[in-house]
């Protein structure tokens, strides 16, 4: 099965249904007075963590997503049916970003965790809810509320309790292979692994871990040479490094030198992937250009504090001291703390909803833009006498014609305010 790990998709909340403009009649009810119920409220757009999922690939070929309308307004005050959330599954891990604004709107990360993205629009409001002592028999409903529609960028960070890093080659995949169930490809040349592996590793009775053999890194990654970012931001995620490194150097690099170079791209990514608990794995033990480097490798596991495994995945010499090691680690594992940039977001700042702007197109039209006015716009009737009169009232309490003449606009002028436009007229 492939591994998709980012992905754009196009959600859009339902639409809040119409009210309804009637009245009562009834034999022996003179006057019944106006009975329009509401309509019902729009589909929200809901991610939710689903366990059983652990790639993006679903929304390889399904990336629009159009959640129901809600129900009109009847008669008798009947109100339209609410329309149920439209719940779209996700792996833990996902992170779900604006594509127009960039912003992070959620981190995915716990089972069944949910985000609210799109929200539904609100029914519209029937004859009956602008009754009163001025006006008992209004003529005019609202319109449904257009729901909120959004392009998404989702980016999956794998989950895992332990990665391996390490340049390409030097055993990632073979070591994975020979502790859990995974089978990746493995072959001498490099990136070999263009993709996260995941593999539950057993160590007794009840007791694992889940371990990502992550494409391997070259220099420059953190500014994106090779896979760079692709496999960068897979780290983050883990508790536990294990640092492989090729004891036999067969492949012409300094294993010394590749332990100060992976880490060095490490930091440039993000500083906190440099504080992580490692452990250094010396693989290719069993090549006998291993022993010459040993000492070496040894000398730096010291310097650095870390502990250091002589291993061979090919043999599995030294696997079972590695791993009962690394569970241990992460028994006694204590998060490290956030940094404030990496909190998660779930909200974005928006426009007070009574702020109206005015401004000018390409073609020299205004536009006027607000949540408010442009909500409104969109659950007026215009062909209604009735709702056209109250859009005007509320446009000149809102002084808008005040505003668009600062501007300058003059007799004739084009103006638009979400999908309505008309002519300027004193």
């Not at 492949?251 to 993000?270: C, M, Q, S, T």
């Not at 005007?392 to 305010?417: A, P």
Request: proline share 4%; net charge neutral.
């Amino acid at each position: 099965m492939k591994f998709i790990d980012r992905t754009k998709v196009t959600v859009k909340a339902g639409d809040g249904g119409n009210g309804k403009s009637a009245f009562r009649r009834e034999k022996f009810v003179p006057k019944g007075g106006p009975s329009g119920g509401d309509g019902g409220k729009g589909a929200n757009i809901v991610f939710i963590v689903d366990r059983n999922i652990n790639t993006l690939l679903d929304f390889r070929y399904n990336r629009k997503f159009v959640g129901k309308n809600g129900g009109n307004g009847d008669i008798k005050n009947q109100f339209g049916k609410n329309a149920p959330d439209l719940l779209i599954k996700v792996p833990a891990g996902t992170i779900i970003k604006d594509e127009d604004t960039g912003a992070v709107l959620a981190d995915l990360t716990a089972e069944n965790e949910t985000a609210l993205i799109c929200s539904g629009g609100r029914g519209g409001r029937g004859n009956a809810r602008f009754s009163n002592s001025a006006n008992r028999a209004p003529t005019f409903a609202e319109l449904g509320e257009p729901g909120e529609s959004k392009n998404l960028l989702l980016e999956l960070k794998v989950l895992a309790d332990v990665g391996l890093i390490g340049y390409p080659s030097v055993g990632k995949s073979s070591l994975i292979a020979a502790v859990s169930a995974a089978r990746p490809e493995i072959a001498e040349y490099h990136f070999t692994t263009l993709s996260p592996i995941l593999g539950v590793v057993n160590v007794g009775p009840e007791q694992s871990f889940v371990m990502a053999d992550i494409p391997g890194l070259i220099d420059g990654a953190a500014e994106g040479v090779g896979l760079g970012h692709d496999f960068l931001r897979h780290i983050e995620r883990t508790k536990i490094l294990i640092h492989v490194i090729d004891a036999s150097g067969i492949e012409g690099r300094d294993p010394v030198d590749d332990f100060h170079k992976i880490n060095k791209e490490l930091g440039l990514y993000a500083d906190k992937l440099t504080k992580m608990p490692q452990v250094i794995a010396a693989n290719k033990v069993d090549l006998p250009q291993a022993q010459e480097n040993l000492p070496r490798l040894i000398a730096l596991a010291k310097q650095e504090k870390m502990a250091l495994f002589p291993i061979s995945a090919a043999t599995k010499q030294g696997l079972s001291d590695l791993i009962k090691h690394v569970y241990t680690m992460l028994l006694n594992y204590t998060a490290v703390p956030e940094t404030e940039d990496s909190v998660k977001l779930y909200d974005v700042t928006k426009d007070t909803a009574d702020e109206v702007k005015i401004s000018r197109d390409m073609t020299g039209d205004f536009v006027v833009s607000g949540k408010a006015i442009e909500k409104l716009v969109a659950m007026t009737n215009f062909a209604n006498d009735e709702a056209l009169r109250r859009f005007q009232y509320i446009w000149r309490m809102k002084q808008i014609d005040n505003k668009l003449k600062q501007k300058g606009i003059k007799e004739g002028d084009t103006v638009h305010i979400g999908a309505m436009e008309f002519e300027f007229k004193e």
